[in-house]
């Protein structure tokens, strides 16, 4: 086993990895920009300890609406993807008829003159999956929320009860 040899191909791993995510990064980020803002605002006052119930509703009513616009954008990434995808598939095509020789070295040949367009092709749908994570967590987030406003009014309304006020 060459020691040399593994820690040179684990070092470009991590290079192209950090090119790709910066990739990834670049295109999600347009996406994500007001979505990951409110999410952080939000994670900024819980590690204050400082959300009142006001505040709460507030989230419970405006954390919907990022959602939805998140959503929207989900779809946008997802036209982006299937065009990467598309773009890849006619530059391969591409590729593999302007190639010459035997079925496997034009395929080969292809792969090879078609390694950016995969790039993109597998950025644009590791983006995808990721804004819809963010999506599906923000989600999480609401129920959490809307769970720890539905259990502040049963508590208020039962001590109301408890004192005549209701």
Same mark, same amino acid.
């Given at each position: 086993? &060459?020691? $040399? #040899?593994?820690?040179?191909?684990?070092?470009?791993? &991590?290079?192209? !990895?950090?090119?790709?995510?910066?990739? %990834?990064? !670049?295109?999600?980020? #347009?996406?994500?920009?007001?979505?990951?803002?409110?999410?952080?605002?939000?994670?900024?006052?819980?590690?204050?300890?400082?959300? *009142?119930?006001?505040?709460? &509703?507030?989230?419970?009513? $405006?954390?919907?609406?990022?959602?939805?616009?998140?959503?929207?954008?989900?779809?946008?990434?997802?036209?982006?993807?299937?065009?990467?995808?598309?773009? #890849?598939?006619?530059?391969? *095509?591409?590729?593999?008829?302007?190639? $010459? /020789?035997?079925?496997? $070295?034009?395929?080969? !040949?292809?792969?090879?003159?078609? %390694?950016?367009?995969? %790039?993109?092709?597998?950025?644009?749908?590791?983006?995808?999956?990721?804004?819809?994570?963010?999506?599906?967590?923000?989600?999480?987030?609401?129920? /959490?929320?809307?769970?720890?406003? &539905?259990?502040?009014?049963?508590?208020?309304?039962?001590?109301?009860?408890?004192? /005549?006020?209701?």
């Amino acid at each position: 086993m &060459d020691k $040399e #040899k593994i820690k040179k191909l684990l070092d470009d791993l &991590d290079n192209n !990895s950090n090119s790709v995510n910066k990739l %990834v990064d !670049s295109i999600i980020g #347009k996406y994500t920009k007001d979505l990951d803002e409110y999410i952080e605002n939000i994670r900024d006052k819980i590690n204050d300890d400082n959300l *009142s119930d006001v505040e709460l &509703d507030r989230i419970t009513v $405006e954390l919907p609406v990022y959602i939805y616009f998140a959503n929207e954008k989900l779809e946008n990434l997802g036209v982006e993807s299937d065009l990467a995808k598309s773009m #890849k598939s006619e530059a391969y *095509s591409n590729s593999y008829l302007n190639a $010459e /020789g035997t079925i496997p $070295e034009r395929e080969s !040949s292809a792969e090879l003159d078609t %390694v950016e367009e995969e %790039v993109i092709e597998k950025a644009h749908r590791r983006a995808y999956k990721k804004l819809q994570q963010k999506v599906e967590k923000a989600e999480n987030i609401y129920t /959490g929320v809307k769970k720890v406003v &539905d259990k502040r009014t049963r508590e208020l309304t039962l001590s109301n009860m408890t004192r /005549g006020d209701g």
